[in-house]
């Protein structure tokens, strides 16, 4: 097309001059050369256009579907909202109600300890060995006794201790021995002051033939001495098995929980498991062992000592009274000796 147009240019420039010519050749040389670039960019840019051409024509699709879009899409989509929307609801509340159910079960599980076996004091002696069944009904019957006798000698020693001071008081005025023994008369049989004037005056009759008084004397005091070891004796019975409660109650109840803990292991040796459930049942029944050892032993410790306080107390009146039954049978002899010269 370039090189047509230069010849009929030269074709009809023929006639012009030779410096015509060459001037017109230099232009024509010139603006071949500019159609030959204005094609070559034209043809650059026309490469790349198709391929924006090509890109632009795929979305020139939706472009006419996008006009239709809101007339079927939403609809699809409203229409398949409400189809799935339900599902949704249901599958939530089905795992509320799993929630709150497996809640539940933990709360339920709390209240009750996280175990199956009953682990009131009631249950864990039902649930427990044979052996430790046997520990804590022997402890319980320790207890039983030691609180017996706690209400038992506690008054007979109250009540033994009122009546001495009482007759005490009664012969501390007399100035002779038989005139004490005609007030211990109106005491009653089980009296301790009219026992103690009875060896007085049964030593006195037994010695009536004897000159020798201090021999007497002696021998009345001797017999008084033995008469107060003799009631403290009385007096002290049924606190030694308070000792012997205060004393192997503990070891019998750590005896239950040896027993306890080894049934424990022996659990989880057969479950194959250190699960707490499996362990803790064993354990709390043996310390159920210890703890009813401990308030076997623990009162029978106190009231032991509260008795051996009030026994020896009562021990001292008893050697007041004696005393007294000495010092009036001394007072008669010596009367009785001085008289005689």
């Known amino acids: 097309m370039a090189q047509s147009s230069i010849l009929t240019y030269l074709y009809n420039t023929k006639i012009e001059s030779k410096g015509q010519l060459m001037r017109k050749l230099t232009a024509s040389i010139l603006l071949a050369i500019g159609l030959m670039g204005t094609t070559a960019i034209a043809v650059a840019e026309t490469a790349p256009a198709t391929a924006p051409t090509a890109a632009q024509s795929t ?27 339900p599902s949704a ?19 339920t599980e709390n209240q009750g300890g996280g175990f199956d076996t009953d682990l009131s004091v009631w249950g864990m002696y039902q649930n427990a060995d044979v052996v430790v069944k046997t520990v804590m009904i022997g402890l319980i019957i320790a207890s039983v006794i030691t609180w017996a006798l706690f209400f038992s000698k506690g008054i ?3 009540i033994a201790r009122r009546r001495l001071k009482y007759e005490t008081k009664a ?14 008369n109106d005491f009653k049989a089980n009296s301790i002051t009219r026992m103690l004037l009875n060896e007085a005056i049964v030593e006195r009759t037994l010695s009536a033939n004897s000159t020798d008084l201090s021999g007497t004397k002696d021998r009345t005091a001797f017999r008084l001495e033995r008469s107060v070891a003799a009631i403290s004796r009385y007096m002290g019975r ?16 750590l005896f239950g929980t040896v027993w306890g803990i080894m049934n424990s292991f ?25 703890a009813i050892g401990l308030i076997a032993a623990i009162p029978a410790v106190v009231i032991y000592n509260i008795f051996a306080r009030m026994i020896n107390n009562y021990r001292g009146q008893v050697g007041d009274t004696a005393a007294q039954a000495a010092l009036l049978l001394g ?11």
């Open 171 to 184: 012969i501390a005025a007399v100035k002779s021995l038989d005139e004490a023994v005609d007030i211990a």
């Open 156 to 158: 007979e020693i109250l």
């Open 89 to 107: 609801p249901a599958q939530n509340a089905g795992t509320n109600t799993e929630v709150v159910s497996e809640r539940i079960e933990i709360a």
């Open 331 to 341: 007072r008669d002899l010596d009367l009785a000796n001085s008289k005689a010269r």
């Open 59 to 85: 979305p020139s699709t939706p472009s006419s579907e996008n006009s239709t879009t809101p007339t079927t899409t939403p609809s699809a989509e409203v229409a398949s909202v409400p189809s799935t929307s």
């Open 238 to 253: 049924g606190n030694g098995y308070l000792a012997t409660i205060g004393a192997i109650s503990p070891f019998v109840g």
């Open 266 to 290: 022996i659990g989880i040796a057969h479950s194959q498991t250190t699960n707490l459930a499996v362990v803790a049942p064993g354990i709390a029944e043996a310390l159920l062992a210890t």
